[in-house]
């Protein structure tokens, strides 16, 4: 079954700075999510982007989405330490509407 | 808190027993997504449940069933149980399971001995 592709897998940076992370996926979408998990705990729901748009914010998130190229990409800007975790996209088959995950990047914030 | 409930937090067990994984979705959500999380193999897709009826299946073993009951909280029963289920099981809850968000409860963690 499909699944996004994650890019990076790990990403290290100090607070302060911007992380960016990309996902990339192989067929039509109808929606695509984007989630934070810290070690070992629940998938915390970022945001959810549709097909039919192009970038929506949420407080310090910033998520685009670009269907010509089948990717989209997740923006911390000013991250914290405790933004540190594994960031995954979640994408649905055309028609399935089933989150379907990546393997995820793991960010790493140095205070 | 994501409003999803999901017991036991932890499930130690032995091989060749059976367990049962109980989720309580969000209030008014209608769809019931289960999840299993491991190492080697990610987050993988089981099977959803939407208003009492199975809707999607995933890579569900036969050993594994699932049903969602009339007050929309749901279960999942794990048979036969090796060492190889030992993983992270994800409950996810959505308002409608077509296009609307899907909140995680906090996990089971199973581990077979």
């Known amino acids: 079954s499909q699944q996004g592709e994650e890019d990076p897998q790990a990403l290290s940076i100090q607070e302060g700075e911007n992380a960016t992370m990309n996902c990339s996926y192989k067929t039509s979408i109808n929606n695509l999510q984007w989630y934070r998990q810290n070690s070992g705990r629940g998938l915390v729901h970022l945001i959810l982007?549709?097909?039919?748009?192009r970038e929506k914010h949420s407080g310090r998130l910033r998520v685009t989405l670009d269907t010509s190229k089948k990717s989209s990409s997740l923006l911390i800007t000013a991250s914290r330490a405790a933004d540190t975790a594994s960031y995954f996209c979640?994408?649905?088959?055309?028609?399935?509407?089933?989150?379907?995950f990546g393997r995820g990047t793991s960010l790493i914030v140095h205070p | 808190d994501s409003g999803v409930t999901q017991t036991p937090k932890h499930l130690i067990t032995a091989t060749g027993q059976r367990v049962t994984l109980r989720c309580s979705p969000r209030?008014?959500?209608?769809?019931v997504y289960w999840y299993q999380q491991s190492l080697d193999q990610g987050l993988q897709f089981l099977i959803q449940y939407y208003n009492g009826e199975e809707r999607a299946k995933g890579n569900i073993l036969e050993r594994f069933s699932a049903q969602q009951f009339p007050d929309l909280h749901s279960e999942l029963n794990l048979s036969s149980l090796e060492l190889g289920d030992s993983a992270l099981y994800f409950c996810?809850?959505?308002?409608?399971?077509?296009?609307?968000?899907?909140?995680f409860g906090q996990g089971t963690r199973l581990t077979v001995v």
């Open positions: 982007i549709r097909s039919n748009e």
């Open positions: 979640a994408t649905d088959e055309g028609g399935s509407y089933i989150p379907t």
């Open positions: 996810a809850s959505s308002a409608t399971g077509f296009g609307t968000e899907a909140f």
């Open positions: 209030s008014g959500d209608l769809s």
